[in-house]
């Protein structure tokens, strides 16, 4: 073994020591110490020691079956194990500091953190922490707690719906209001509001007889009025009443006297239903209690009353039909019966408070269990009202809700699934306010990136962080924003916590939400990229100092070549064989050859920087040039090209001219072995986007060799002998890249090819 290897063998040896003699130490801290041991072995929480290496140097049974590792099996463990590898680093850090200051964080100073099982899951913990001064240096002892339930209530509860408003009709055409013993006004519910044309703020602290037509007040009715009800404890009676807006309608009023809890009458309760349309209907008859109980019964809503007891007095057949029982079945039986038995002691409660107050109306949702044992959630208004012998009953007005409580979980599904999407998309994605760019959400990838904990930045302005390269920059995407409704692809920097800038692509949405603006940005990360593409400038840059450097190392030995190759002709012509000569010719060939290959490389090399100028080019009469061209070199070949007339495209006239050459000249190649070959250049819509084509009945090829045919000095199978420098088609590819476009082939062996390109530059 090398010294290396016993020194590295010898350093794990002596770290394995003393992690023993540490975990011998821990454990004989407690060993001594029945009372103590038997404490934290039964706490019903999970205890861990580790030392400044944070190695678990002891560990209670609980926190080993919290964490799924097996009897003492956390023991002699980095503690590391048990938190999530994304957060190590940044654990490392806060284990460094804390241990460089060790304090007691008590109960009320708890951490909210995740912690990592054996198998990998994850889940919420709650850690307390405290630390003991040995002989072997600082221990800490952490106490921690599985918090999953309590999270996932804590989340229940914050997505929540707000209470609808506390004050609302029992029934939608009834007005009920409570007055003092002067008669104003003390509160005012929706209905009111509806029937009568005041808003609450206009009419609490008005006397009520605005509601009365100028001859009944001139003629005391509103006085008399509350003392018949004060007298007899009610008054109800059919009159004609008067709206804000000077309106007049029939109503039906009830009014009620309401006494303290000692007896002592302290106001009235008002209970006013528009009865105009029935009262035209029935000009002769009056809105008797008989009525009043059709109206009940015929109330397609359900209806109880309910005495302090939890007794049910009346239940109208809607109730009793939805419920699955007989009116009888429900009368005089406990209201608890119809209830879930988890929710009866809240519902008790309730009924209650309801008795207590009776000037307001409480609304509360529980579970209740038809005859037939299914489950129905309803949502019930209730307020309490005089009942027989001066007591008092709660009249409930139940609605099903049970279809709205499956959307309501359906939604909270989908939030919950938006959420984790939101936060698992791998770019930077924040929610702020367009006035002030308060930061309103951000994913954990934004928060990864800046280089911030959430409570760093929920609330503060991305300007008081310093995201924004500056304030201006963000006025300008802003500015984008207000007009456009949205932002696209907008390069700019950006600025971390670490103060390191960062090159970003913004896209932004403009939302609103309760009548306030907020931009949803999303930026990606193009540092990188950015990084690349200038080392690609500055790489092509020495590419073409490279090649212009070869390329005149290489010519210059060539035209030395060609020249005594021209002498050795004029000179010695007369002195060499015929065989000599050839050899000469040869020679001088294969310089001219390489010298045309090496122009044929630079001008390729060249393509990937040019820029393609715009113009309106005729691509037909630029193919027309070429095939008479192409026919010039061989005047005995028979063949037939068919060009479209009238071809346009926007692009370069010289790239494209090469284009052109290449596609035209390979058809030609190809076809050499055809007595009658046709070469076709045409045009058509491809998905909406002109397609240009050259199309030949040549030699084809297999279009599992398609990839090849782009690939520079790439021959296919049986082509080698074709005369080339296989390089043409690659020119083809980068000339069409230029210009925005792509190209592509079709072949069949034996049967000819055709070669498709596309121009993404539009015309002018």
């Known amino acids: 073994m090398s010294t290396p290897n016993l020194d590295t063998e010898k350093l794990r040896s002596n770290e394995e020591s003393r992690v023993h003699q540490q975990i011998a130490f821990a454990s004989g801290l407690f060993q001594g110490d029945i009372t103590i041991r038997t404490v934290l072995e039964s706490l019903a929480e999970g205890v861990v020691i580790i030392d400044s290496s944070g190695v678990i140097l002891l560990a209670n049974e609980f926190a080993g079956q919290m964490f799924g590792y097996p009897g003492r099996d956390l023991i002699g463990r980095p503690h590391a194990v048990l938190v999530p590898e994304r957060l190590r680093e940044i654990h490392k850090e806060h284990m460094a500091r804390y241990f460089a200051e060790p304090r007691i964080r008590p109960m009320g100073m708890l951490l909210d953190l995740v912690g990592c099982r054996q198998d990998g899951s994850e889940f919420p913990l709650e850690i307390s922490l405290s630390f003991l001064e040995t002989i072997k240096g600082v221990l800490v002892l952490a106490f921690i707690s599985d918090i999953t339930l309590r999270k996932q209530i804590e989340t229940r509860l914050r997505k929540s719906e707000e209470l609808f408003r506390i004050q609302v009709e029992i029934v939608k055409d009834y007005a009920i209001f409570t007055l003092d013993l002067q008669g104003n006004v003390l509160n005012w519910n929706a209905g009111a509001e509806r029937l009568k044309g005041y808003r609450a703020e206009e009419i609490v602290g008005r006397h009520f007889s605005c509601f009365y037509a100028e001859k009944d007040r001139n003629a005391g009715a ?397 691509l037909s009469a630029m193919a027309h040039g070429v095939a008479e061209g192409l026919k010039q070199t061989e005047p005995g070949r028979q063949v037939n090209f068919e060009i479209a007339d009238g071809i346009l495209a926007n692009g370069d006239a010289s790239l494209l001219r090469a284009v052109l050459d290449n596609l035209l000249s390979n058809a030609w190649k190809y076809t050499g072995m055809k007595e009658q070959a046709v070469i076709e250049f045409g045009v058509r819509d491809v998905d909406g986007v002109p397609t240009y084509f050259v199309r030949d009945n040549g030699a084809g090829f297999n279009m599992e060799d398609a990839d090849k045919l782009f690939t520079p000095f790439e021959r296919l199978p049986e082509t080698e002998n074709q005369r080339g420098f296989g390089i043409g088609l690659s020119t083809v590819e980068r000339i069409i890249g230029r210009h925005g476009g792509r190209v592509w082939a079709e072949g069949i062996p034996g049967k000819g090819a055709c070669f498709y390109f596309t121009l993404e530059l539009k015309l002018k």
């Open 222 to 618: 509103p006085e008399d009025e509350l003392k018949k009800a004060a007298d007899q404890g009610q008054f109800a009676e059919e009159c004609w009443r008067i709206r804000k807006d000077g309106s007049g309608f029939w109503a039906d009023i009830v009014i009620t006297t309401l006494y303290d809890e000692s007896g002592n009458p302290w106001g009235f309760s008002t209970v006013t239903r528009d009865i105009t349309e029935r009262k035209k209907a029935e000009e002769a008859l009056s809105f008797s209690e008989a009525r009043y109980r059709a109206l009940f019964r015929d109330n397609p809503t359900m209806i109880f009353t309910v005495d302090s007891e939890g007794t049910i007095l009346t239940a109208n057949p809607f109730a009793a039909s939805e419920l699955g029982y007989t009116v009888d079945e429900l009368e005089r039986q406990p209201v608890l019966k119809l209830l879930h038995e988890d929710d009866r002691e809240a519902m008790m409660k309730q009924l209650q408070m309801c008795l207590k107050n009776p000037d307001e109306v409480h609304r509360w949702q529980f579970r209740k269990i038809r005859k037939d044992g299914t489950l129905l959630w309803v949502e019930e208004i209730a307020q309490a009202v005089s009942g027989l012998e001066g007591g008092r009953a709660v009249l409930v007005v139940c609605q099903n809700v049970t279809e709205r409580k499956r959307a309501e979980e359906a939604l909270r599904k989908s939030e919950m699934k938006l959420s984790k999407i939101f936060h698992s998309v791998p770019v930077l994605i924040g929610i702020t306010t367009v006035a002030e760019g308060r930061c309103v959400d951000m994913n954990e990838k934004g928060l990864q990136t800046l280089g911030y904990r959430r409570e760093e930045v929920i609330g503060r302005s991305t300007l008081e962080l310093g995201i924004w390269e500056s304030e201006s920059v963000r006025d300008q995407a802003t500015r984008i924003l207000l007009k456009e409704g949205m932002v696209r692809d907008m390069e700019m920097h950006f600025r971390g916590k670490s103060g390191m800038v960062f090159t970003g692509v913004l896209s932004a949405e403009l939302i609103e939400f309760d009548g306030e603006q907020y931009m949803l940005s999303v930026i990606n990360d193009i540092t990188e990229r950015k990084r690349m593409e200038e080392e690609i400038v500055r790489l092509n840059a020495d590419l073409e100092a490279f090649n212009y450097t070869v390329a005149h190392d290489l010519r210059q030995p060539l035209n030395v070549i060609s020249s005594y190759c021209q002498m050795i002709e004029r000179i010695c012509r007369d002195q060499l064989g015929d065989e000599c000569m050839g050899y000469v010719q040869g020679a001088y060939d294969s310089a001219l050859r390489m010298d045309r290959l090496i122009g044929a490389l630079l001008n390729f090399s060249r393509l990937a920087r040019v820029e393609p100028r715009r113009e309106t080019v005729d």
